[in-house]
């Protein structure tokens, strides 16, 4: 495995992650919408007995579960890789920032970065990248 590649890979994904967490939570609010009730009939206590859950229920509560369990996971990686991104240098991340999540061009980022050669700003970004890599996998990659 690459791990420098697989490491810009994350970084560059970033945005969709929070953009997938988006669209988990609005899914959950319209499972939700879809299975509350939709108006209450007149209630009757005659005939207390415990109705057996039909497989349209079960399907619901499974879809429901999935959608929690989804916007769990999304949210933890997000929250890994904006944690190990803190624990980078400030200039290792701001051009993170700016290189991966935010899409600046490269100019751009010398510029805000207040660097000279395209040379400097390469050797910075593999730096940074590969201080990445090594807080996100660990050892495996030495």
Same mark, same amino acid.
């Given at each position: 495995? /690459?791990?420098?590649?697989?490491? *810009?890979?994350?970084? &560059?994904? $970033? =945005?969709?992650?929070?953009?997938?967490?988006?669209?988990?939570?609005?899914?959950?609010?319209?499972?939700?919408? &879809? =299975?509350?009730?939709? #108006?209450?009939?007149?209630?009757?206590?005659? +005939?207390?007995?415990?109705?057996?859950? /039909? +497989?349209?229920?079960?399907?619901?509560?499974? *879809?429901?579960?999935?959608?929690?369990?989804? %916007?769990?996971?999304?949210?933890?990686?997000? +929250? &890994?890789?904006?944690?190990?991104? @803190?624990?980078?240098?400030?200039? *290792?991340? =701001?051009?993170?920032?700016?290189?991966? %999540?935010?899409?600046?061009?490269? /100019?751009?980022? +010398?510029?805000?970065?207040?660097?000279? @050669?395209?040379?400097?700003?390469?050797?910075?970004?593999?730096?940074? $990248?590969? =201080?990445?890599?090594?807080?996100?996998? #660990?050892?495996? %990659?030495?």
């Amino acid at each position: 495995m /690459d791990y420098f590649r697989e490491a *810009e890979n994350i970084l &560059r994904k $970033v =945005n969709l992650l929070e953009k997938a967490l988006d669209n988990l939570k609005r899914h959950k609010g319209l499972i939700i919408q &879809r =299975n509350a009730p939709q #108006g209450c009939k007149a209630l009757s206590y005659d +005939k207390l007995a415990s109705a057996p859950i /039909d +497989k349209e229920t079960l399907t619901e509560l499974c *879809e429901y579960a999935q959608c929690i369990e989804r %916007i769990t996971a999304t949210e933890y990686e997000i +929250k &890994r890789i904006k944690d190990i991104i @803190s624990q980078l240098s400030c200039e *290792e991340q =701001n051009l993170i920032q700016l290189w991966y %999540i935010d899409g600046m061009s490269k /100019d751009e980022i +010398k510029e805000k970065l207040y660097i000279s @050669s395209h040379s400097t700003l390469y050797k910075l970004q593999r730096q940074a $990248v590969s =201080n990445f890599a090594l807080l996100y996998f #660990g050892a495996i %990659i030495l």
